[in-house]
């Protein structure tokens, strides 16, 4: 009866384990890869807390993180305000405090679960400034995709769309969305939501990230063999 009682209790210890990891706390964590600073927003839901007082501005290279426990789930979204005023909190920006701009949209402990996140960059809105959405210190096994677009795509904005600022020469800082746009941004950058019901063809879930890394204006990204560069493919993050 010893081996049997023995097994059991490893068993038992090791679901405990297992279980304990799947129940850390999940790290936002905000990297600006841009040439230029951001002011990042992270806006609650209505009826979650707030976990940033959206005060940070992040210079080229700046990152921001902050700690979610899975004893309180959230759900909101992450925007890159940029061209803001020199103030605290930052006002007046060229872009980002309201749309178009791009927008990364976040469940941690989804669904009732500790474990599950759900994540994705929608540009139904409109964009602004390049994002994708990372996971990382998952479980071995897990399919956990990286979301997003790595493109600019002010520049290409069709004719009527575009958004300049005050002052910078018709500099185009965001791209209005619409049914020409969002076929425009739909292929540029294909692993995003261009609009309303509009999907992507991998799974946008991970369970039990330890981070979800969301960077703005991202410098390099793994594609498929053969993919063609900018257009961001399935890959699996570093466990």
Not at 90 to 109: D, F, I, K, M, N
Not at 215 to 224: D, E, G, K, L, N
Request: proline letters at 9%.
């Amino acid at each position: 009866m010893a081996k049997p009682l023995l097994l059991c209790f490893l068993l038992l210890v090791t679901g405990a384990a297992l279980v304990a990891e799947s129940l850390r706390d999940a790290n936002l964590t905000l990297v600006n890869d841009c040439n230029y600073p951001v002011w990042p927003m992270v806006i609650p839901n209505d009826g979650y807390s707030p976990v940033s007082g959206n005060t940070a501005r992040l210079d080229s290279r700046g990152v921001a993180s902050f700690a979610i426990p899975p004893s309180s789930p959230w759900s909101g979204k992450v925007m890159a305000r940029v061209g803001c005023a020199v103030e605290t909190p930052p006002s007046r920006c060229a872009s980002g405090e309201q749309l178009p701009a791009t927008v990364v949209q976040l469940q941690v402990h989804a669904y009732g679960r500790a474990d599950m996140a759900v994540y994705s960059v929608s540009l139904s809105g409109g964009f602004n400034v390049p994002a994708t959405v990372t996971p990382h210190a998952f479980p071995s096994g897990s399919a956990c995709p990286v979301l997003g677009c790595m493109a600019d795509l002010n520049p290409g904005c069709p004719a009527g769309r575009r958004v300049t600022a005050a002052g910078s020469g018709g500099a185009v800082v965001a791209c209005r969305s619409d049914p020409e746009a969002g076929g425009y941004f739909k292929q540029a950058c294909p692993k995003t939501l261009t609009w309303s019901g509009d999907t992507v063809d991998v799974e946008q879930r991970c369970v039990a990230p330890g981070e979800l890394k969301v960077i703005f204006c991202p410098r390099t990204m793994v594609t498929a063999a053969g993919a063609e560069p900018g257009l961001i493919r399935t890959v699996l993050a570093d466990a």
